[in-house]
Antibody
Framework: QVTLKESGPALVKPTQTLTLTCTFS??????????ASWIRQPPGKALEWLAR???????FYSTSLKTRLTISKDTSKNQVVLTMTNMDPADTATYYC????????????WGQGTMVTVSS | DIQMTQSPSTLSASVGDRVTITCRAS??????LAWYQQKPGRAPKLLIY???SLQSGVPSRFSGSGSGTEFTLTISSLQPDDFASYYC?????????FGQGTKLELK
């Protein structure tokens, strides 16, 4: 069974750096073709893709946020980590990690999400 | 970046109805289009990928079609569990974009 779970702070202050961890099971980055992403959703708004990391450590970022984002993986711990610098109240959202399907570029398994509020 | 526009934003329907949601891309995206269902407080659930491929475990009343810039999600006979929000998502050039969503509500 494939599962993902996000963890991180529920509250961060403006200008701080956010670090989120996605811990997964049921798949491995040792397998060619494995890919995972971070996606966020502000309250009552649409989904926004943030970043993707592949089994070969290729990384891809949202054009509008790439200067603030870093995605990484720890294969031995089955974790994907996202850092976002210079947090702003507009970054208040539920942050999800998700796996991409082996064929096609869609997100087949999602974590439950973690709500992050940016406020002083 | 490619923009995805869904219509309608809200759709009122009854159990048993056939409904269609449309998603238009600002540029051609071949068949790199997925559809998700999301219920309040829950993560999205993949329904359709590659425009028309039904994800494993998804009921056959859901279907997708289209290519290029115009795509549709059809629910052939609405069930009570189908009232939710629906999002389309495209993939091109190592970037992903979601539509703004369609809320399907009970008439």
């Amino acid at each position: 069974q494939v599962t993902l779970k996000e963890s991180g702070p529920a509250l961060v202050k403006p200008t701080q750096t956010l670090t989120l961890t996605c811990t997964f099971s049921g798949f491995s980055f040792n397998t060619r073709g494995t890919r995972a992403s971070w996606i966020r959703q502000p309250p009552g708004k649409a989904l926004e893709w943030l970043a993707r990391i592949d089994w070969d450590n290729d990384k891809f970022y949202s054009t509008s946020l790439k200067t603030r984002l870093t995605i990484s993986k720890d294969t031995s711990k089955n974790q994907v980590v996202l850092t976002m610098t210079n947090m702003d109240p507009a970054d208040t959202a539920t942050y999800y990690c998700a796996r991409l399907v082996a064929s096609g570029d869609a997100f087949d398994i999602w974590g439950q999400g973690t709500m992050v509020t940016v406020s002083s | 970046d490619i923009q995805m526009t869904q219509s309608p934003s809200t759709l009122s329907a009854s159990v048993g109805d056939r409904v269609t949601i449309t998603c238009r891309a600002s540029q051609r995206i071949s068949s790199w289009l997925a559809w998700y269902q999301q219920k309040p407080g829950r993560a999205p659930k993949l329904l359709i990928y590659k425009a028309s491929s039904l994800q494993s475990g998804v009921p056959s009343r859901f279907s997708g079609s289209g290519s290029g810039t115009e795509f549709t999600l059809t629910i052939s006979s609405l069930q009570p569990d189908d009232f939710a929000s629906y999002y389309c998502q495209q993939y091109t050039s190592y970037s992903y974009t979601f539509g703004q969503g369609t809320k399907l509500e009970l008439k």
